[in-house]
C-alpha cells in the first residue's frame, strides 16, 4: 500500500500546543500567579435553556415508539432546514429547501465539499487565516495561493488583476483578526468569481456577530452570489454548540459548472458519506430558531460582545491599532514596540499572566500580531483588561 504523501506538505499544528506549554510551564514555575487565558476560540457560556429543554423532549421522543427515529434524511429534516429558511429571510435572502444542508458542523463541510471539486483547481486562501482552508487542501495534493491580507488592506483582501483563482476561501466576520467585509467589497469578490468561473467558499461562522449596516450576513445578500457561491455556517458561536456539534451549508441550485451540478453533487456525496446529524440535536437546533431561543442566544452573543468591547476599548486608549472587536469576538492588535507575536505572548504571559494567540501561527502575515478572544467569563476579560493596560501604559 501507498500513504498519502501529500501529507508531507502539511506542517505540524504547534500552534495551540506550544501555548498551552508556554502557559503550563509558567504555571508550573510560578504556582502563586493566577494566568488568565484569552487564547482559545471556544464559547464559555452554557446552551440556551430553551435550546436545553428541546434537546431533553427530543430525547423523550426517543424513549417512545410512536416518536422513536432512526436513519435521518441525509441533509436535515426538513423542521430544521425549515427553521434556516426562515432564518436566512430575516435578512432578505430567499433559498428553496434543496439548497439547505444539515451537518455536524462547518469545520467538517469546509474539508467534505473538496470532493465535489477537481484537483486540478487553483486554491485561493487569505493569509493570516483559519488553518482547515490550507490543510484541507493540501491533503488533497492541491495548489495553494494565499491573498495578502495586512494592515494596509485593514485585513481585507480584494481581488486582484493577473491572479488566477478557481476556489476562493472567504471568512468574514474572519477567524483569526475580526475584520468583517461589507457588502460592496464583497460584490467585488463576486463579480471577480463570477467572471474567471470561480467559487467562493464563504465562511460566515461568526455572522451572528455582525451588527453593523452595510456589513454582509450572508454571501447571499449579494446578487450574484448564487451562481458562485457555497455557505457555510454553525450553531458552534451563534448558540454554543461547539461540543453539541451543529451547523449548515447552503449550495445554491444554480450553482453549476462542466455541465454538472454542484448542488446534486453535494447531496449524492452527503448520501455516500455521512448518514445525518443526530434527531436530538436537530431538535437542539431547531429551538435556537423560536422566538425565545432567539432572545436567549442573543443575551449569550451581546455578553461576549459586552467582552469583545472592554478589550477593544482597551486598545483604543493604549493606541494600538486593532481589528475586529465589533461585528466579531476576536480582537486582532499589532504587537506594540514592534515585538513579534511570539515575544509579545512572552511579554504579556511575564508581565500580566494574561494568555492570548500569537497571530505568527495564523499565517506569514500573521507575524507581529496578536490575538485575544471574548469568549472568556467577564470577570477574566476585566481583569485581563486591567493588567494588560497596566503592563503597556508608558
Ligand atoms: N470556521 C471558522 C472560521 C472557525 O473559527 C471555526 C471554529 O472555530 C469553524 C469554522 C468550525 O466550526 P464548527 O464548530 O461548526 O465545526
Not at 434524511?73 to 435572502?93: A, Q
Not at 452570489?225 to 441550485?253: D, H, L, M, N
Request: glycine letters at 10%.
Amino acid at each position: 500500500m501507498k500513504l498519502n504523501t501529500n501529507f508531507n506538505n502539511i506542517k505540524e499544528s504547534y500552534l495551540f500546543a506550544e501555548v498551552g506549554n508556554r502557559a503550563s510551564a509558567y504555571s508550573k514555575s510560578n504556582p502563586d500567579k493566577n494566568v488568565l487565558k484569552l487564547g482559545i476560540g471556544d464559547v464559555t457560556l452554557p446552551l440556551a435553556p430553551a435550546v436545553v429543554e428541546a434537546l431533553h423532549s427530543a430525547v423523550d421522543d426517543m424513549a417512545k415508539q410512536e416518536t422513536f427515529k432512526g436513519y435521518g434524511p441525509y441533509e436535515g429534516y426538513d423542521f430544521l432546514r425549515e427553521s434556516i429558511r426562515g432564518y436566512y429571510k430575516s435578512f432578505g435572502v430567499n433559498l428553496s429547501l434543496k439548497e439547505i444542508f444539515v451537518s455536524d458542523g462547518a469545520k467538517s463541510d469546509l474539508g467534505n465539499i473538496l470532493d465535489i471539486f477537481s484537483k486540478d483547481n487553483a486554491v485561493l486562501v487569505p493569509d493570516p487565516v483559519y488553518p482547515v482552508y490550507v490543510d484541507t487542501n493540501l491533503m488533497a495534493g492541491r495548489n495553494v495561493i494565499y491573498a495578502c491580507a495586512n494592515e494596509g488592506n485593514g485585513f481585507l483582501p480584494m481581488p486582484e488583476k493577473g491572479v488566477k483563482a478557481d476556489v476562493i476561501y472567504i471568512c468574514s466576520p474572519n477567524n483569526p483578526t475580526g475584520a468583517a467585509y461589507t457588502k460592496a467589497q464583497l460584490k467585488e469578490w463576486v463579480d471577480y468569481a463570477n467572471s474567471n468561473g470561480a467559487v467562493i467558499l464563504y465562511d460566515a461562522a461568526y455572522e451572528c456577530f455582525i451588527t453593523e449596516e452595510g456589513l454582509a450576513r450572508s454571501i447571499f445578500q449579494i446578487d450574484g452570489a448564487k451562481t458562485c457561491a457555497i455557505e457555510f455556517c454553525s450553531f458552534s458561536k451563534t448558540a454554543g454548540f461547539t461540543g453539541t456539534r451543529c451547523g449548515y451549508t447552503v449550495v445554491p441550485e444554480e450553482l453549476k459548472a462542466d455541465g454538472l451540478n454542484a448542488n446534486k453533487m453535494w447531496l449524492r456525496r452527503q448520501a455516500t458519506k455521512f448518514n445525518g446529524v443526530p434527531y436530538i440535536v436537530q431538535k437542539g437546533a431547531a429551538a435556537v430558531f423560536t422566538e425565545r431561543g432567539q432572545r436567549e442566544i442573543q443575551q449569550n452573543l451581546a455578553y461576549y460582545r459586552q467582552n469583545a468591547k472592554l478589550i477593544a476599548d482597551c486598545m483604543q486608549r493604549l493606541g494600538i491599532w486593532y481589528t475586529g472587536g465589533k461585528n466579531s469576538p476576536y480582537i486582532w492588535l499589532k504587537c506594540p514596540d514592534g515585538l513579534g507575536s511570539w515575544q509579545f505572548f512572552d511579554l504579556l504571559l511575564n508581565g500580566a499572566q494574561v494568555v492570548g494567540t500569537p497571530g505568527a501561527g495564523f499565517g506569514v502575515n500573521g507575524e507581529g500580531f496578536f490575538r485575544l478572544t471574548a469568549f472568556g467569563s467577564r470577570e477574566v476579560t476585566q481583569q485581563a483588561v486591567e493588567r494588560i493596560e497596566n503592563l503597556l501604559r508608558k
